[in-house]
């Protein structure tokens, strides 16, 4: 291509990228939308659920373990010193 030569603003490999860039931003745009859904989704949804659960867990582990604490009080022996 010499210097007198120039491809034109409406070329049809301007057009493709037109469109290409028209496409990414659009997908870019959904996705930070979808994005933000899952987010409020995670912080309304998921988080509370697993700290419900997890102090379930809590209680019912500490409740085990005060149970095991007892079994091993009564199957040791005391010391007289």
Do not use: C, W
């Not at 079994?71 to 040791?76: D, G, N, S, V, Y």
């Amino acid at each position: 291509m010499g210097p007198a030569e120039h491809i034109p603003l409406r070329s049809p490999q301007g057009a493709v990228m037109s469109d290409f860039n028209r496409k990414v931003a659009e997908a870019t745009e959904r996705l930070e939308k979808e994005s933000a859904e899952f987010i409020k989704y995670l912080n309304d949804e998921v988080v509370p659920a697993v700290r419900q659960q997890s102090t379930q867990a809590l209680r019912t582990a500490a409740k085990k373990m005060a149970e095991l604490a007892d079994q091993m009080e009564k199957h040791t022996p005391s010391r007289k010193g």
